[in-house]
């Protein structure tokens, strides 16, 4: 399965991107992960194929929604009230399962640079 995002860019802060992720073939869990500059790749938002559950880290709740359209193996993350902290490269991924750890996500994007000025 090849992932190609698409959609980032510089914003300032307390505006909103929308990520898009489209997968070639059908997958079952997908999900946004990000890598700030000095630090390690962590999970945003993950979703399963029925869109339910949907798991967030405690850092977006609330200002980024997960979604996807299973007709176009596309996986969304709105992101509004966006932060400075939220610069970041991030990543869609797809797996068979909805795992915690990353190593075990089988799939990646190339990854699509997120910006956020004051």
């Known amino acids: 399965v090849q992932l190609v995002e698409s959609g980032g860019g510089l914003v300032q802060a307390g505006g909103s991107l929308r990520l898009s992720c489209a997968a070639s073939?059908?997958?079952?869990?997908m999900g946004w992960f990000r890598q700030g500059p000095g630090k390690e790749r962590d999970v945003v938002a993950t979703i399963s194929w029925s869109g339910v559950p949907q798991y967030y880290a405690d850092s977006v709740k609330g200002r980024f929604t997960i979604s996807r359209d299973n007709a176009k193996n596309t996986v969304y993350l709105q992101m509004d009230s966006l932060k400075p902290e939220d610069t970041a490269v991030y990543y869609c991924?797809?797996?068979?399962?909805?795992?915690?750890?990353?190593?075990?996500?089988?799939?990646w994007g190339q990854g699509t640079q997120v910006t956020v000025s004051w």
């Open positions: 991924a797809a797996s068979e399962a909805l795992y915690g750890d990353l190593d075990r996500w089988s799939f």
């Open positions: 073939g059908r997958t079952y869990a």
